[in-house]
């Protein structure tokens, strides 16, 4: 079953600490991208990346890192240098950059 | 950079009827998306459609990208199309611009 999964559902991170948001695509396609989403708002793109081993800032980089070492995997680590990390994160891949993209679950961040 | 809006921000229907989306964009584009997000949150996706008209069952839609513009047709509304609706177009060579959506709620 092709797919994009997303790991976990729900987390809850105490502040000041650095929380890692997994994502994993089976469809093999070449690029990855993360988005957040505040309630009520619509999506805006953390990261993305083109191929493996590239990765490049999207609108709201600041206080998120991610890695590519892996086709299928595109990781996003919420940084105690986010001010305000509670948030949906969704996860999304196409076959390549602007082409039709497939979303994951979601991962719901709330910060204690 | 691209603007897009999306009208009616709200809208409720009976269920059993049938209702039109719009997507307004700002400048050309190469290829539109139009998104159902659910109440737990999933995405899914309902056309990619650059232009003229995509049909699914009950959901149809229409581009119209020399005038800028994409509609979501839904007809015999169902409860279970209550949700969030977006659609999305591309900005650049990497990354899409979403809407603000068009939240609907079907009621028995």
């Known amino acids: 079953d092709g797919g994009i999964t997303q790991s976990p559902k729900y987390l809850f991170r105490k502040e000041g600490q650095n929380v890692t948001l997994s994502c994993e695509q089976n469809?093999?396609?070449?690029?990855m991208y993360w988005y957040r989403q505040d309630p009520g708002q619509g999506l805006r793109l953390i990261y993305y990346s083109q191929i493996v081993n590239d990765f490049q800032k999207g609108d709201i980089a600041e206080g998120y890192s991610v890695s590519r070492e892996k086709k299928e995997s595109f990781p996003l680590t919420v940084t105690s240098a986010q001010k305000n990390p509670t948030a949906f994160y969704l996860c999304?891949?196409?076959?390549?950059?602007?082409?039709?993209?497939?979303f994951g679950p979601g991962t719901r961040l709330t910060v204690l | 950079g691209i603007q897009v809006e999306q009208s009616p921000p709200d809208l409720i229907l009976q269920e059993g009827a049938n209702s039109t989306l719009r997507c307004n964009f700002s400048?050309?584009?190469?290829?539109l998306q139009w998104f159902h997000q659910n109440p737990w949150g999933q995405l899914i996706n309902l056309f990619y459609?650059?232009?003229g008209t995509k049909q699914n069952g009950r959901l149809s839609a229409t581009t119209v990208a020399t005038e800028r513009y994409s509609l979501l047709y839904i007809s015999s509304s169902q409860t279970t199309d209550s949700g969030v609706y977006f659609c999305?177009?591309?900005?650049?060579?990497?990354?899409?611009?979403f809407g603000t959506g068009t939240r609907l709620k079907v009621l028995a």
């Open positions: 999304a891949s196409s076959i390549r950059l602007a082409n039709e993209q497939f």
């Open positions: 459609i650059p232009s």
């Open positions: 400048d050309s584009v190469n290829n």
């Open positions: 999305a177009v591309p900005s650049g060579t990497y990354k899409y611009i």
């Open positions: 469809l093999n396609h070449d690029a």
